[in-house]
């Protein structure tokens, strides 16, 4: 099992440019997340999906777009980057939750943006 | 409301001694879990411990520990025999029953331990 994958790694944008992150599971797991780390901070949620086709907004879901087109691939998409949108973001997925919510989240590694 | 405070935005331990890294929590639902990770310099999110709202015994995983105080509503790290390799930024999260598909995290505590 490869658990979370993110492509790119990194990456350098400029103002106004367009990107997709792509983000793919092979746990079979119904939910994922996108966040974003900015320096010295904790996560927040910008998108999230319960199952394939579906999405929800998160916390900072401003200048994003998410698609689950298929189960194992979440894509978040900047339409117009602009330089608050430098960031770390992670993915992350979990099973079907039972009572309580025991799951964790898995995480992918981590995609470095940076828009200038 | 923040719902998860981490108040130590850094720390100091020395090597082979414990450290307690604060976590305290807000919510009105009787079901949550509350979770701990660890994030090195590398980046990567590393899941360390979990407890639940309705476990009577503090969560235990190796040299952590979890010391889940309900009615303060906190959720302390402790780990035991801190090692070079714990140095790291350690992050406190909940998922409540009401709003499973979501998780909150605090801020971040940056843990330092010294030779």
């Known amino acids: 099992n490869a658990g979370v994958t993110q492509t790119p790694k990194f990456r350098v944008l400029k103002t106004g440019q367009s990107m997709t992150l792509l983000c793919a599971q092979d746990?079979?797991?119904?939910?994922m997340y996108w966040y974003r780390q900015d320096p010295g901070m904790g996560l927040r949620l910008i998108h999230y999906?319960?199952?394939?086709?579906?999405?929800a907004k998160g916390e900072v879901p401003d200048g994003y777009n998410v698609s689950r087109l298929k189960k194992q691939n979440f894509l978040l998409g900047l339409e117009s980057a602009a330089p608050s949108q430098t960031s770390v973001y992670f993915c992350?997925?979990?099973?079907?939750?039972?009572?309580?919510?025991?799951?964790?989240?898995?995480f992918g590694p981590g995609t470095r943006l940076t828009v200038t | 409301a923040q719902k998860i405070t981490q108040t130590q935005p850094g720390m100091f331990v020395q090597e082979k001694e414990a450290v307690t890294l604060d976590c305290t929590y807000d919510t009105s639902d009787q079901s949550y879990g509350l979770f701990w990770y660890k994030q090195p310099s590398s980046g990567e999110m590393i899941f360390l411990i979990y407890q639940g709202s309705y476990d009577e015994q503090n969560a235990t995983e190796g040299r952590y520990s979890l010391n889940f105080q309900k009615a303060r509503k906190s959720a302390n790290l402790v780990i035991s025999a801190s090692q070079r390799g714990d140095s790291a930024m350690y992050f406190c999260a909940m998922r409540e029953r009401g709003n499973f598909n979501k998780f909150y995290f605090g801020s971040g505590t940056k843990l330092n331990v010294k030779p």
């Open positions: 999906s319960v199952g394939e086709g579906t999405t």
């Open positions: 992350a997925s979990n099973p079907v939750l039972m009572t309580g919510g025991a799951y964790e989240q898995y």
């Open positions: 746990m079979n797991h119904e939910y």
